[in-house]
T-cell receptor, first 108, second 117 residues
Framework: GQSLEQPSEVTAVEGAIVQINCTYQTSGFYGLSWYQQHDGGAPTFLSYNGLDGLEETGRFSSFLSRSDSYGYLLLQELQMKDSASYFCAVGSNYQLIWGAGTKLIIKP | GAGVSQSPSNKVTEKGKDVELRCDPISGHTALYWYRQSLGQGLEFLIYFQGNSAPDKSGLPSDRFSAERTGGSVSTLTIQRTQQEDSAVYLC???????????????FGEGSRLTVL
């Protein structure tokens, strides 16, 4: 079957750095994406890794290792507005396979 | 419009009634997806449309669920004889093309929150 594993919840302190891991097992692979979803809102695209390595976009970075079927999202200089759920998703064939999401709780 | 538009934003219905949910994707986006999300859960794939190809209906949970896409643009998700377990947020997303092959970016609407009493 196809599955993505990510922690259900992560807690961090404002201003700190947090890493959200994602491991996957899929029949096809075209890249790893990350989405952010605030409570009651729509998922919004954060980043995409098609090749191994680190992609940086402002305070957010995403990493992929295809040989390990593993990736992570790194959030730096955490702000209260970063409190949300974060989903990893793998492109497989013509659609995205989604993880169950990681709820990020930020404490002041 | 500039983004994916869904209607209604909220729908409360009685058990056994039929409901229709509408999605207007971003102009020019050929791929359209319907997902379902229960409170605090991940996204459950329902159905996928790509251009004029036959849709992938493999995620529809029962034959009470159906969807169509007219003219390669607007899509309607229909749930017949609604049940309480159908209560969820129904999200529509579009992308320029088959998302898994390119940048992995889907554009989501705000969703339709369905409550079945």
């Amino acid at each position: 079957g196809q599955s993505l594993e990510q922690p259900s919840e992560v807690t961090a302190v404002e201003g700190a750095i947090v890493q959200i891991n994602c491991t996957y097992q899929t029949s096809g692979f075209y890249g790893l994406s990350w989405y952010q979803q605030h409570d009651g809102g729509a998922p919004t695209f954060l980043s995409y890794n098609g090749l191994d390595g680190l992609e940086e976009t402002g305070r957010f970075s995403s990493f992929l290792s295809r040989s390990d079927s593993y990736g992570y999202l790194l959030l730096q200089e955490l702000q209260m507005k970063d409190s949300a759920s974060y989903f990893c998703a793998v492109g497989s064939n013509y659609q995205l396979i989604w993880g169950a999401g990681t709820k990020l709780i930020i404490k002041p | 419009g500039a983004g994916v538009s869904q209607s209604p934003s909220n729908k409360v219905t009685e058990k056994g009634k039929d409901v229709e949910l509408r999605c207007d994707p971003i102009s020019g986006h050929t791929a359209l997806y319907w997902y379902r999300q229960s409170l605090g859960q991940g996204l459950e794939f329902l159905i996928y449309f790509q251009g004029n190809s036959a849709p992938d209906k493999s995620g529809l949970p029962s034959d009470r669920f159906s969807a169509e896409r007219t003219g390669g643009s607007v899509s309607t998700l229909t749930i017949q004889r609604t049940q309480q377990e159908d209560s969820a947020v129904y999200l529509c997303a579009s992308s320029i093309t088959a998302s898994g092959l390119h940048t992995g970016e889907l554009f989501f609407g705000e969703g339709s929150r369905l409550t079945v009493l």
